[in-house]
């Protein structure tokens, strides 16, 4: 009996650690996702039209989209493995040519111009493909060759680090993004939609024949020194806040080049432990009028890797643990509060608590449903075309149209003149938040 | 050493120019075409204007800053019969002035009257009959249009394919009419029959051993030999048929190297100019001698 007893419980020990180990082993992703583009034919039927196809070594991977939608109540995401006919995504065996081993999945119709996340895996593990037809992601999806990594590289030596055929980070980015060779015109600020239209990019411009303030990565390579206001990191270039190639840390269960290609920031915190800084989370609504961004969440701890002090409560940002979080969340109580030496205008706040009107300016959701101010809710990422009264240009001496001194920039704010304010601020007699009503 | 025929020998820097303090420097020159009189047109698509200059690089005057004929990012160029086309690539027009820079009108654009959506880049134009070619990063094709502005066929289509066009950012015209177009996101050359039906000549291509890396702007000598920038190894390339002759420039803004070439334009005799987008200057190769021949 003790014998029976023993090999009992040695077999039930056996299988619980069998069901503990055996979910997490079984999480896997392909080891990469191939995806070609081919534009369909020029009929008036196809016209706007490709097909994308997705090639993988191995079977068995399950396949999800993600869906964006928006109604009057805001934007709605969610991630289905049905087609847009309804049909469950399954991976088919690719037949003869030279991928006989390969597997594949194939979209018939995809809209031009329109931005595409589908993701491949097990068991809660995924990789993601992110795919803008007409064209192949130059960034962040395999190719068939090696032609689009040499138009950026060169493969055995380069006078640039990084074996870059270019010296300057910002000449190689607008060689294909002044609306050359993609549909992202960065010096414009435009973006095409499905249809040809050309809309406003959710950044703004850049070009000094539009912008009359921008992050200014012009500068770069120059001995200008330009101080990110609110912080202590000098010069600017595209790669600060872009990574051509960018992959989440290869261990996590959700493997993804980021939004826009933004950065995953790392820091070393004294002691040897390293810190993450939060994603941005944050994805495309694209109409054939529109380009809109969902934000969900990551700005301002983005923001806050060189604007430090203006994200001043972050208490989660190593380089700044003594700060106080007064400015940094999520409830609506206290108004203004002191943080550290100054009162400080909130941000990361929901706003939804308080104000009880749909504004026009950007939020974060956070997935909790709120409405959360950020950075991005009163600037661009890029630059602006507003004009404050004033021309502000680097690139020019700092005087305005009537030859007097400049004495201020448009810093980069959404709306002209005291627009950003008054989209919350409705009323400054009755309905100032904090204030008492008379 | 192998024999070289004169006509074929490789050309050396000569001189630059652009670089001149603001207003007049120029800012992201993108396209070059030389008028009736020698002069050169370049339009520079971040100033928004098209600046002349003679062709020893003096600054002479600028045009399609204002007014009605204002442009905002002015990219491809051509010159006929005493008209400069102009290719407003966000405008999605393209407009006519006179050399000396008067607004004559908007010869075509996207999307009004019988016209297709088209976004406009390189423009070449046929000197027999006045036939404008237009390259069209939206359509990913190049529309061909009389001298009224009437569109009269397109060459390629989308895609990857023989024929098929990804980005064109270039297109330049021989002898025969025969339609050169670079092909800039698949890396290469192809060359289309006249009436733009056949493809007669590919040079380069995705996953060839000597493929180009973005090929942009062209030109066609009266040798028959093509001269291309190609923008990212910033290196200008001389063909004779799909065979290449020789490479100018290299990474570097030394004199002689190139930085991000856009386009290239002959002159009368025989001087190719270089527009360099990255720099905001014009090279010019040639023979001291007046060896290369146009």
Known sequence: MKRFTLVFAVLLLLAGLTAWYLPASAQKVPRRVEVVVNMLSDSPEDRGFSRITFYMEEEGYNIERQVVTKSSGGFYWYWTNLDENGRLMRLTRESGGSYGGYYKYIIERAQNYQDYIYRFGKNGAWLEARVYPPNENAHANYQKNTDTCKNCHSTHYAQTSQLLNSSLVFELCMTCHDGSNSKYNILAGSVIVPGGAAVPAPAGPYSSAVATSYHNVFREGTDTVLLAPGGEKTGLKCTDCHSAHVLQDQTKPVRSSSFRLLKYFRQMIPGGSVYDQPPVIAYSFITASSYETVYISGINEFCSECHERYNYGQNLNPKLPHYPTHTLRTGSSGGIQKSGDYYRHPTGINIAEWLKVPISLPLEDRGTGGKFMTCKTCHYAHGTAIMQGYHYDFERDKYDQTGAPLTRSTMLKRCEGMGICLECHLDIWYNTPGAPIQ | MPFVPKR???????????????????????????????????????????????????????????????????????????????????????????????????????????????????????????????????????????????????????????????????????????????????????????????????????????????????????????????????????????????????????????????????????????????????????????????
């Open chain 2, 8 to 294: 074929y020998a490789a050309p050396v820097f000569l001189f630059s120019f652009g670089e001149m303090p603001w207003p007049d420097e120029l800012k992201r020159p993108m396209a070059l075409v030389f008028d009736g009189l020698g002069s050169l047109h370049v339009s520079d698509f971040e100033a928004g204007a098209v600046r002349v200059f003679s062709k020893e690089g003096e600054y002479l005057y600028s045009y399609g800053e204002h007014g009605a004929g204002n442009l905002q990012t002015p990219y491809g160029l051509a010159y006929y019969s005493g008209r400069v086309y102009v290719a407003d690539n966000i405008a999605r027009r393209v407009l006519t002035f006179s050399r000396k820079g008067e607004f004559l009108g908007v010869f075509l654009a996207s999307g009004e009257g019988e016209a297709d959506v088209f976004i406009p880049t390189a423009l070449a134009v046929n000197l027999d009959n006045g036939h404008l070619y237009i390259a069209d990063v939206y359509g990913h094709r190049v529309l061909v249009a009389d001298q009224q502005g009437k569109v009269l066929f397109s060459v390629g289509s989308g895609g990857g394919g023989t024929g098929e066009l990804s980005y064109p950012n270039g297109v330049a015209l021989d002898k025969k009419s025969n339609i050169y177009v670079a092909d800039s996101s698949n890396a290469r050359i192809q060359v289309f029959s006249p009436d733009g039906d056949r493809v007669e000549r590919i040079i380069g291509g995705k996953g060839k051993s000597d493929s180009l890396s973005v090929p942009r702007g062209l030109a066609v000598d009266n040798n028959g030999l093509l001269w291309l920038a190609d923008v990212l190894t910033h290196t200008v390339s001389v063909f004779n048929g799909a065979n290449r002759l020789y490479e100018l420039g290299g990474l570097g803004t030394d004199e002689g190297l190139l930085y991000f070439p856009n386009s290239v334009a002959l002159a009368g005799d025989g001087s190719l100019y270089v527009a360099e987008r990255g720099l905001g200057r014009i090279s010019v190769f040639g023979n001291r001698g007046g060896v290369i021949k146009n």
